[in-house]
């Protein structure tokens, strides 16, 4: 069963521009995480909030969590082509299961 | 640095064939994942195991088994090698200890069965 669900499923900015992708997500989570994952290759973690936090920064990365919406966001500031990847959103069910979304495509334009 | 390791990031076999998918971990992770991964689905958990000799099935465990021998391998086995599981096979470990959800992932195997 797919926990989360990206919006959008793809995404092309310009390299400098702030990219922002949206997840929402279903049943109740501990924990959100986002992830990386570069073409044909494994994925990367990035980012994790907690239940009770609203908001994190880590480097150019911002996420959100709305627990009302059951959503959360991630924005990339100041996007490079190195960011060009495919983003997942995770919840935590149970001790340390994951279930992701479909995953948003961002593609950096030079 | 951390490290999941997957015995093959390609692999071609035919249909009914047995297949032998290996990942081995040096972070002395008590938890192990196997996941697929198709285009439209994103990632889908298959099995995993919290402990040595242990195993769960995740949402998709059908036409696949595990083996967890000792604590840094986790292998996936398709019994039966079928065309609908033509797909990119990703491994994963993490640790058990409070706040500790991230998981590490292994470059994939990319599996073809014709």
């Known amino acids: 069963s797919q926990q989360g669900e990206e919006d959008p499923q793809a995404l092309s900015i310009q390299e400098g521009e702030n990219a922002t992708m949206n997840c929402s997500y279903k049943?109740?989570?501990?924990?959100l995480q986002w992830y990386r994952q570069n073409s044909g290759r494994g994925l990367v973690h990035l980012i994790l909030?907690?239940?009770?936090?609203r908001e994190k920064h880590s480097g150019r990365l911002r996420v959100t969590l709305d627990t009302s919406k059951k959503s959360s966001s991630l924005l990339i500031t100041a996007s490079r082509a190195a960011d060009t990847a495919s983003y997942f959103c995770?919840?935590?069910?149970?001790?340390?299961?994951?279930?992701f979304g479909q995953g948003t495509r961002l593609t950096i334009n030079p | 640095d951390v490290k999941v390791t997957q015995s093959s990031r390609y692999l071609v076999k035919r249909t009914g064939e047995k297949v032998f998918l290996e990942c081995v971990q040096d972070m002395d992770h008590e938890n192990m994942f196997w996941y697929r991964q198709d285009p439209g689905l994103g990632l889908r958990l298959i099995y995993f195991s919290y402990d040595v000799k242990m195993k769960e099935k995740g949402d998709i465990p059908e036409g696949y088994s595990v083996s967890r021998e000792k604590k840094e391998r986790f292998s996936l086995i398709l019994e039966s090698a079928s065309t609908n599981q033509t797909s990119m096979y990703l491994c994963a470990s993490s640790s058990t200890g409070a706040g500790y959800y991230e998981q590490y992932f292994g470059p994939g195997t990319r599996l073809t069965v014709t």
């Open positions: 049943t109740s989570i501990n924990n």
């Open positions: 995770a919840g935590i069910q149970g001790a340390q299961k994951l279930v």
């Open positions: 909030i907690r239940s009770n936090e």
